[in-house]
């Protein structure tokens, strides 16, 4: 019914709703299906996947689609700004975002699932069907968090994601690190997810909506608060939405493991590689800066909160990229350069850079997915092994394994004509016009330029090391063979991590003069568009003023992506002469006190262990002591009291009908006492 | 207007119909005072009772006592010496229907025992003296109402002539009832002293006069509080209801702990809404008579609870919750110096309809547990449920109701009471503190009530008892008193606006 009268879009649901009959099929049937639930779940996604793009097409033959499918309450309520009511509900909002973004999740979902069936049902594992289904409801939360239309569903949906990841990185949960690090990813998420709920309240409070897009939402609320110089909750427009826009960004921090809630992403390795392939590219990790993203609005009113998340961003390009360099896991490696590279997108985001920001989420998507499946072969050649310096000498071995993972080695190093040079040097871009008049920008442009240095040494020195030099263990000399399960969702990425970058030459359209810069296009609505959620409409109410070097912009660009790409290949050079030699050594002594200050992730974990321990353990021991004792003492004390008491009163009846007038008259005395003194009757 | 105009005195008929059954009765044990003929004794008690009950409904839903054109006012009788209207209408449903639980499940309480007739028409005599209070607009009709509900219901408790306890009990009730009615009658006549007037409205109109004897009149109204105490239960004039319940067959207790107690309420609410509207009275005695009511309020209820958590005797602890739920009620009447009283009366009127039933059945479970001949306290009752599984659920409901946990009727109605009385305090935080009492008390009660529930659900029986019977009357009783307890809650819209309107009828 709703496809007939909305087109294509009335099967926008079914996009999430897939997956999630693929989760009960399988979490039901499982056990008695062929391949342990694979099937259900590879053809729920590539279901998905199909619907995703029709959407896609939609929105770029010139249509977009918000509507509200239920509403579980509404009611009147006095809000700040003066709306009568508000109302909560589920909906869909098909934009030019939320459309790309449904075809790269549910694709990276289809890939990860193919590639369990090399990763997980070839190498025997058990509980098989509670990893589909799991990985099912995982797929299912964050297509769903993707197309709500509001901000109370995304917050539903990102909380199902969070716990979503808690269950599959405790996957092997009878291992002693899996759960901790489950519960680990999923307390440190939730801390800044407080902070979001907070925000979500805040804002329905604020505005009486929490819609994203349309007249009635709380980004077109806001502005015109801003506007007409309103006071809310007694503070200044301005300064409230940048208090309830940094709340939010509390879970944006969480989710996307910036500084300083990054702690738990490393940690989460311990689940199988395939749900980390999927966490950093297209689910967990995602959320938050695509929530970003999407209420890029909000964000945009606010200069502080978009200086905040800039700096923010490039802080934590800087901090994880020095942590990957002394990494000898491969996983690990490849957690810090999520870590860095999400912090890219939120300085793009945070200068403004909506484009930019998108940009580098839908490269990252594809080359880190590629990544970690190709991490994911490696494990199953050297037979679970991960450590780097028993590897080496892969490269002949494993050709397919080995090509495309350099693909997304180059596309994350940022060296052109790869994916992720565009996108990088995009966000530096973007961050250099603005940080030439914001000083505070420009530090964070500095960070992030820095970056890149460290990015192209741990990616090259991971690619040596894994697949160079000579073989140094047994098993590196003789690799366990990958199937085809594996290698296609390689190819597929490998080609994707390659070309993706070409959608948005922003340079190369620069210098040509011609118009392919395609993203930009479809971001700004050139297709199909939701009004207001354009790179326009945003560029316009972002307050920052733009600076150029040398009085030319194709000038500063070109100097930018100068910069950024020799600073890349200085990195890759420095670790092919330290690392790309038949017998690599460690060269720890060349860092000195810095070594293992970097080991120990700059003691991020024994402060936030130390938080936990020194500070909130003591105070919860005080708390409860306060409970054991005087709360409880005062509720133990009131028994005792009440039933003493009791015995005595009972004593009055004494069974002697005597005493019992003699009590009555007394009592009645007493009475008439009290009333005479108060009415004066003796007087 | 109805097709026929019935005469003014026809507006009594529910306690009319009483005194008749009342004399049926008599009549029978004139002619045959050893008759054991049970069906036909109470049936004809229930009869009379329930065709009371209809004829109250009756007039209820036919408008009488309602203002507008379509319902028939107010009826006066006897130039204003009786008065029908919503609040005398109200109180004699609670009467009847407590009334005709008493009678169905004392057919088999009354099994092996003389004189039935006599039992039966007593306590529909007592009955009759109740409905005549709620309907009487006169200290003179009052007293004697009081009278009719007092000498019938000393008889009764003593009426186990065999048993100690009972006669004990009957004879302390008699002293302390006769010492009461002293104190009231007195206070009758030193308001007649200072007004010159028993009629109520003219005892209103004439305040004025009293002029230099405020103190004279603040003393008679005392002691009229005094008269209600009794009759309610409340301290401290409360002393003879924990011995008269406990050494009384339970059906009366549960009658005088019901029924009684609900007449002495509508005594105090007519007699002080009607005769000392709370300005003009002040004015005479210099103090609010309302001080009074919030004493005895905080006292009775806490007293009340207080000695039932460690009783170790079923009658007894009921007892003194009864006395407890008295001092709740005693809240109606010392909200009433507020802009929101009749509110609070209604609430806690709505509280006695529902007290009617809870406590009713609670007691009928006890003489059940009589009639199975099972001990008398706590330990006697343990296990019980394995043999009697119905009667133990609902008195498991009679005892959450009791102490106010949801779903159940008795829930609602604190509740209900609760808040009016915390919205009530906006005028007088005085309130507050009663409020306060209320949900502490409430909280008390909880454990003693749960006492019994555990007995009679959680331990083992102390020794084996053989298969219990199961006797129609009681078992109906009981099971419709639960019923009624918990489908209430539905109804509770209509009884809200009946109490409310019963609560407006005499609140200005």
Request: with cysteine; charged share 10%.
């Amino acid at each position: 019914m709703a496809a007939t009268a909305t087109g294509p879009f009335g099967f926008a649901p079914a996009i999430a709703v897939l997956p999630l009959v693929a989760f009960a099929v399988t979490l039901l049937f499982g056990k008695h299906l062929p391949k342990k639930g694979a099937l259900p779940g590879i053809i729920a996604t590539a279901g998905s996947l199909l619907i995703s793009l029709v959407m896609f097409a939609a929105v770029g033959g010139g249509n977009a689609y918000h509507t509200t499918l239920y509403e579980w309450t509404a009611g009147a309520a006095a809000s700040e700004t003066g709306a009568e009511g508000i109302a909560f509900t589920f909906g869909v909002l098909i934009d030019p975002l939320s459309a790309l973004m449904l075809v790269i999740v549910s694709l990276v979902a289809l890939l990860v699932h193919v590639f369990s069936l090399g990763y997980m049902n070839a190498e025997g594992e058990t509980g098989l069907p509670r990893y589909y289904a799991e990985l099912g409801l995982f797929t299912f939360s964050m297509l769903a968090f993707v197309f709500a239309d509001n901000l109370l569903m995304a917050f539903m949906f990102f909380e199902l994601v969070g716990l979503c990841s808690y269950l599959l990185i405790g996957f092997w949960f009878r291992t002693e690190s899996a759960p901790s690090a489950a519960k680990k990813a999923f307390l440190v998420t939730r801390f800044g997810d407080y902070f979001f709920l907070i925000g979500v309240v805040a804002i329905a409070a604020t505005f009486g909506t929490v819609g994203f897009a349309g007249e009635a939402s709380f980004v077109t609320a806001a502005e015109t608060a801003i506007d007409d110089g309103a006071t809310l909750f007694g503070f200044d427009a301005q300064t409230w939405v940048t208090i309830t826009g940094l709340l939010v960004l509390g879970g944006v921090l969480g989710k996307s493991a910036q500084f300083p809630f990054h702690t738990w992403l490393p940690d989460a390795m311990e689940g199988p590689t395939t749900v980390s392939a999927l966490i950093h590219a297209a689910t967990m990790v995602a959320a938050g800066v695509y929530l970003v993203a999407r209420m890029f609005g909000y964000y945009a009113l606010s200069p502080t909160a978009l200086s905040i998340i800039a700096f923010v961003g490039g802080f934590t390009a800087l901090f994880a990229a020095t942590m990957g360099v002394v990494k000898d896991d491969v996983k690990q490696v490849l957690a810090y350069s999520t870590i860095s590279q999400y912090g890219y997108m939120m300085l793009g985001l945070g200068v403004g850079g909506y484009v930019a920001g998108v940009f580098h989420l839908l490269n990252h998507a594809f080359f880190k997915a590629l990544l970690f499946l190709g991490a994911g072969a490696v494990i199953v050649l050297m037979h679970h092994e991960q450590n780097m310096w028993k590897m080496g000498g892969l490269k002949d071995k494993a050709p397919v394994t080995y090509y495309t993972f350099l693909a997304g080695a180059l596309a994350l190093a940022g060296i052109v004509p790869f994916s992720g040079f565009w996108s990088k040097d995009e966000v530096l871009f973007d961050a250099l016009i603005i940080g030439l008049e914001q000083p505070i920008i420009l530090a964070a442009y500095a960070m992030g330029l820095v970056a890149v240095f460290f990015t192209g040494f741990y990616t090259f020195r991971m690619v040596f090391l894994t697949f160079h030099g000579e073989p140094r263990s047994e098993t590196a000399e003789d690799p366990h063979p990958v199937g085809w399960p594996i290698k296609v969702p390689l190819i597929v990425l490998g080609i994707l991590a390659t070309v993706t970058g070409l959608v948005n030459m922003a340079p190369v359209a620069k210098l040509l003069d011609v118009e392919i810069t395609f993203l930009e296009f479809w971001l700004d609505g050139e297709y199909g568009s939701v009004e207001g959620l354009t790179y326009h409409a945003y560029h316009e109410t972002v307050a920052f003023e733009e600076g150029v070097i040398g009085g030319s912009e194709t000038t500063t660009m070109l100097l930018s992506a100068g910069l950024s790409l020799g600073l890349a290949l200085a990195g890759a050079f420095t670790a092919h002469t330290l690392y790309n030699v038949p017998e690599p050594t460690r060269h720890m002594q060349k860092l000195g006190g810095a070594y293992s200050l970097l080991r120990r992730n700059y003691y991020q974990d024994e402060y936030q262990v130390w938080l936990a321990e020194g500070l909130t353990l003591p105070v919860a021991r005080a708390a409860d002591r306060f409970d054991q004792t005087v709360i409880d003492g005062l509720v133990n004390g009131t028994s005792t009291v009440s039933l003493f008491s009791s015995s005595w009163v009972k004593r009055i009846q004494t069974g002697i009908v005597t005493n019992y007038a003699a009590l009555l008259v007394g009592g009645f005395i007493a009475l008439l006492l009290v009333l005479g003194y108060l009415g004066g009757w003796f007087a | 207007m109805a097709v026929f105009q019935l005469p003014e005195w026809a507006a009594l008929a529910p306690a009319l119909i009483l005194a008749g059954t009342a004399l049926v009765l008599f009549l029978f044990d004139s002619i045959n005072p050893r008759s054991t003929n049970r069906p036909l004794l109470a049936g004809t008690a229930v009869a009379g009772s329930l065709a009371s009950l209809a004829v109250a409904v009756w007039f209820t839903a036919a408008g009488v006592g309602a203002t507008g054109i379509e319902n028939y006012g107010v009826v006066d009788v006897m130039n204003g010496q009786f008065i029908v209207d919503r609040l005398a209408l109200y109180f004699m449903i609670i009467i009847s229907i407590v009334t005709a639980l008493v009678a169905v499940a004392s057919y088999d309480y009354l099994r092996d025992h003389t004189y039935q007739a006599e039992y039966y028409s007593l306590v529909v005599l007592a009955a009759t003296g109740m409905s005549m209070i709620a309907a009487s607009n006169s200290l003179v009709t009052i007293f004697i109402a009081l009278e009719l509900t007092s000498l019938p219901s000393y008889a009764l408790v003593a009426i186990l002539k065999d048993n100690r306890g009972s006669v004990e009990a009957g004879l302390k009730y008699f002293l302390i009832g006769a010492l009461s009615s002293a104190i009231f009658v007195y206070g009758i006549s030193l308001v007649y002293g200072a007004t010159g007037s028993l009629q109520l409205e003219a005892i209103a109109a004439n305040l004025g006069a009293a002029g230099e004897m405020g103190g004279l009149l603040g003393l008679g109204i005392l002691m009229l509080v005094g008269g209600v105490a009794f009759k309610t239960a409340s301290v401290p004039f409360h002393f003879w209801a924990p011995e008269a319940y406990e050494g009384a067959p339970a059906p009366i207790s549960a009658f005088l702990s019901s029924a009684s107690k609900a007449a002495g309420f509508v005594l105090a609410f007519r007699v002080f809404t009607t005769a000392f509207p709370l300005e003009a009275t002040t004015a005479v005695i210099g103090v609010d008579w309302t001080v009074a009511f919030v004493i005895l309020a905080i006292v009775t209820m806490t007293l009340g609870n207080f000695a039932a958590a460690t009783q170790e005797n079923v009658k007894r602890m009921l007892a003194y919750s009864s006395i407890g739920h008295a001092g709740y009620v005693l809240i109606g009447l010392a909200a009433l110096s507020t802009e929101a009283g009749d509110l609070v009366m209604g609430a806690a009127m709505m509280h006695l309809l529902v007290y009617g039933f809870m406590n009713t059945g609670a007691f009928l479970f006890v003489a059940l547990a009589e009639y199975w001949g099972v001990g008398p306290t706590f330990a006697d009752y343990n296990g019980l449920s394995k043999q009697a599984p119905f009667a133990s659920a609902a008195m498991a409901v009679f005892m959450f109701s009791l102490a106010g946990v949801p779903p159940f009727g008795g829930f609602w109605s604190k509740y209900l009471l609760y808040t009016e009385t915390v919205n009530a305090a906006a005028d007088n935080t005085v309130l507050l503190v009663l409020a306060a009492a209320l949900v502490v008390n409430s909280a008390l009660s909880l454990y003693y009530y749960s006492r019994l529930v555990k007995a009679l659900w959680i331990e083992e029986p102390i020794l084996d008892r053989d298969r219990l019977t199961q006797p129609t009357g009681l078992y109906a009783a009981i099971i419709a008193a639960a019923v009624m307890t918990v489908v209430i809650l539905p109804a509770f819209d209509p009884i809200a606006t009946a109490a409310l309107e019963a609560a407006a009828a005499v609140v200005g």
